[in-house]
């Protein structure tokens, strides 16, 4: 073997011992980012369904209806709250790794799951908030002073929580990146069924209720006509 063909198998060992020394070290470098993404993963997880627990987080979902999502058991919101959080930082973790190792591919693929996930969590929470707070909005109006002399008190109640739970799910969705545009359709159909059908329920209220004041009073207002009031005896004279 000729000293150059030496020179060059020791010079590719080389490259490819640094290259392997390199990898190694990277590798390393980027199991500790993942193994302290877990370890904080798991120290968050807790955390978050004790906060989810004390803020009663799984009687306002279960109050929804996405409460069917979950299992019986009292604490399954609060829990997969947890777990959630747990996994979404071992996932920055992940990408913090790929980053590091130059694994692009993976990376944007991570990059647009952890870009995304919040997203997703914000709108879910808006819906929640929607439909929880839906009925107490609806209860207020129904026993709205006003509302309740004008007969419509169902009617207004029922139509105001639909109003709130659409209004809580056009911009849940939106705010997920959902396209709504065929939702405002609806709503503006919705809004105009509404209005007709409590200009509707008002008219009947008061045609009903003046019927019943019509018949009520009638008597009354016969016997004030002027032809009643006239002298029955004059009008004999004339005959």
Known sequence: MTPLVVDALQTELEAVTVDAFAFLMAAFVAAIFIAVGVFAGRKLQPIVRRLGQRIELDARV?????????????TAVSNAAGTLAKYYVVLLAAFAAATYLGLSSVSNWIEFIVGFAPTVVAGFAILVVGFVIADPIATIVREAEAVQESRVAPLAGGVTKALVCFVAAVIGLDTMGLNVAILYTFGQAFAFAAALGIALAIGIAFGWGGKEYVAANADDWFGQSPESRADPAAVSDDD
């Open 62 to 74: 279960r109050e929804t209806p996405f409460g069917e999502l979950f299992a019986d058991e009292s």
